[in-house]
């Protein structure tokens, strides 16, 4: 649980460092200045619902190898987060097309979606008592966080990339 607060943390600073003025690049963004700025708005929003969801039910749960007799109790955590992922997806959409960096943009959206997706099937495992198919999705979603990240990047609103972390 530790660990979750560390990066809670960390995501915070993130997105006070870019949405606070404090960034180490200089140039547009992928998405031009005012969009980032938008997008960053949607993202630290994104960021204090994730932080309303509560603490995970479980401290010693491990998604690797999970307890399934747990497995109900979860269910209700992650239809938090889905509830979370839904909003932030159709908040990210209303923002319609960045002047540029369309494609970044486009990828940023699609790996919010993948990261939905995710959560949904996690939260449907959790329902079935299915711990193989809950560890297996949540080992895709070490990798769906760092697309996630990439995209953000990519886009010129890396911030954004730490609302899954």
Known sequence: MAFRVVLALAAVAGLCAAGCGGSAHT?????????????????????????????FPYSNFNPS??????????APFFTKAIATYATWLH????LGQ????????ADLLKTIGVQLQLHQDQRAAA??????TFASDYQKGFKAIDDLQRA????GVSACGSVDR
């Open 127 to 132: 329902l079935r008592g299915d711990p193989a």
């Open 152 to 155: 953000a990047d990519a886009a």
């Open 65 to 74: 190898h999970p307890d399934p007799s747990e497995l109900s109790g979860v």
């Open 27 to 55: 140039s547009s963004p992928a998405v031009g200045s005012q969009f980032q700025h938008e997008a960053l708005v949607v993202c630290r929003a994104a960021l204090t619902q994730r932080h309303a969801e509560g603490r």
């Open 91 to 94: 908040r990210m959409q209303a």
């Open 98 to 105: 960045p002047p540029g960096g369309r494609t970044a943009w």
